[in-house]
């Protein structure tokens, strides 16, 4: 057997991207509500474009997603027919804190995610939360510029602190911050920043502030959450995905290890617990004021995580002779187009399945922590045949492929593994598009990309074909 007895299998959600009922039970307003579906959607999303509250122009995706906050309980007895042992989620900020300042927490929120999680302990589910998915609180954006400002990790770890205490015993699994450095790429999605009005210096200066806000943030939760409950076990997340170099050419090999050394930025303190020293001098070398208290050097080589968790939808190609290379389209960020790689997703994203086991190396020789995917998987318009059937063999070869690599990295290449959740088992609202016609999932759900449809879910031909998976524990591919 490759993978060990009590190997974590399951998938994976958002709350923005699958909850709906955006304004029920005192539930605030938070960045990922505001993002529009159609044009204006990736310069909001990269904090070029200022839209802070919601109009008639626009249809935001988000607000009614597939409605989960009604259906969790169907949604999670199909999980658990797949067989999960684990589903990962996240929880909605503002409906624990509507504005993201109070004192009090809401009542209503908090009892939504207990029901949730009691659902998932009835099957022997283990919940793994991502205290963060690209969330923050339009309230705290508005009032403070959201994570420039330090004061934010205040309001985050009263979030957390009332998670872990109201939690306890019903969740050991917690990831921090999802894709932490998508601050970089993705300024409002990933942290409620917008940057438009900023010089080219003021935007680098504001990114790194706010990276060093959430790592103190997520160092505090680490110690926080160890303190209340020894039990805990928490993880850092990034958007992984290794960068080769388009050649061997040492000038694109070294392009490849510097981007690899940026992307890597985030969990070299997480897990690492070192600021990376070429970062502090870049600080004196572009004289970037970023605000660093006494002791937080201390504090975050003192609370790294307990397992390494990240997403991998693609491995990516850097150069140094931008002339030769043609672009592609990646997660957020786009990439040179890898000659190498013959098949790509609807959406131009380069299928790599050796990639994955390339970048767990890697990650697992950098921190040696325990890994765990948390999302993988592929986005394809699913098209109903005649009888309403979805017969997704693409996306079982995708998966299967990946699930094949991730095996052989345990198997031959001694990376300790936790689990894997696969990407919106459930189709969802994709986060880059907005659209409800990148499916992702094992369970169909008829939802069109303007919130039409009658939210029946049924099943793909890749959702037995995933129980079977589980039921194997990942033998029978
Ligand atoms: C990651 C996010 C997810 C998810 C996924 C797929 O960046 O953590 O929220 O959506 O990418 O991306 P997309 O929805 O754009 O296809």
Redesign the pocket.
């Known amino acids: 057997m490759t993978l060990p007895k009590n190997f974590l299998w399951g998938g994976a959600t ?1 709350a923005n ?1 699958s909850e709906g009922g955006y304004n029920l039970d005192n539930r605030g307003l938070a960045n990922v509500d505001l993002l529009p579906l159609g044009d204006d959607r990736r310069s909001v999303v990269m904090g070029e474009k200022k839209m802070f509250d919601l109009d008639d122009k626009h249809f935001y995706p988000a607000l009614k997603a597939i409605d989960m906050y009604h259906h969790y309980k169907e949604d999670i007895k199909m999980f658990a027919e797949m067989g999960f042992n684990v589903y990962r989620m996240s929880i909605a900020w503002t409906r624990i804190f509507p504005n993201g300042d109070e004192i009090e927490p809401n009542e209503a929120g908090l009892k939504f995610y207990e029901n949730v999680f009691k659902e998932c302990k009835k099957y022997g589910i283990e919940p793994l939360v991502t205290i963060s ?2 969330d923050t609180p339009m309230h705290l954006v508005k009032d403070m510029g959201s994570w420039r400002n330090r004061r934010m990790v205040d309001y985050y770890l009263n979030f957390c602190k009332v998670l872990f205490t109201r939690y306890k015993g019903l969740v050991k699994y917690w990831l921090t911050f ?2 932490i450095n ?1 601050i970089f790429h993705a300024p409002f999605m990933g942290a409620g920043l917008y940057i438009g009005d900023l010089d080219e210096k003021e935007k680098k200066q504001t990114l790194y502030q706010s990276a060093h806000n959430e790592l103190i943030a997520s160092a505090k939760a680490t110690k926080m959450a160890h303190e209340i409950d020894s039990n805990n076990k928490i993880g850092c997340m990034v ?1 992984a995905g290794k960068f080769y170099p388009y050649s061997c050419d040492p000038k694109d090999v070294y392009a490849a290890t510097t981007s690899n050394r940026e992307d890597y930025f985030f969990s070299d303190i997480q897990a690492g617990g070192q600021y990376p020293k070429y970062v502090l001098d870049m600080f004196k070398r572009e004289k970037l004021d970023v605000n660093m208290h006494e002791g937080d050097l201390k504090l975050l080589a003192d609370n790294t995580v307990d397992f390494v968790s990240f ?1 991998y ?1 693609m491995s990516r190609v850097a150069t140094a002779n931008e002339k030769v290379a043609q672009m592609t389209t990646g ?2 960020f786009d990439s040179v187009k890898n000659p190498y790689l013959k098949e790509k997703s609807e959406w131009g994203w380069q299928i790599d399945p050796l990639g994955l086991r390339i970048t767990m190396i890697d990650l697992y020789d950098r921190y040696h922590k325990p890994l765990f995917i948390v ?1 993988n998987g592929l ?1 394809a318009t699913d098209k109903p045949d005649k009888d309403g059937k979805i017969y997704d063999d693409y996306r079982i070869k995708y998966l299967a492929s990946h699930i094949k690599a991730m095996e052989d990295a345990v198997e031959y290449d001694g990376v300790e593994l936790l689990g894997y959740t696969s ?1 919106g088992c459930i189709d969802l609202i ?4 907005g659209e409800m016609k ?1 499916r992702y999932g094992f369970i169909y759900v008829d939802r069109g990309n303007h919130g039409d449809g009658t939210l029946k879910r049924s099943k793909k031909k890749s959702f037995n074909w995933y129980k079977r998976v589980i039921a194997t524990n990942g033998q029978d591919l």
């Open positions: 958002a991207q998915h690209f999802n894709e998508m958007a997403s939808y997660n957020i999302e986005g990407w994709s986060a880059g598009s990148k």
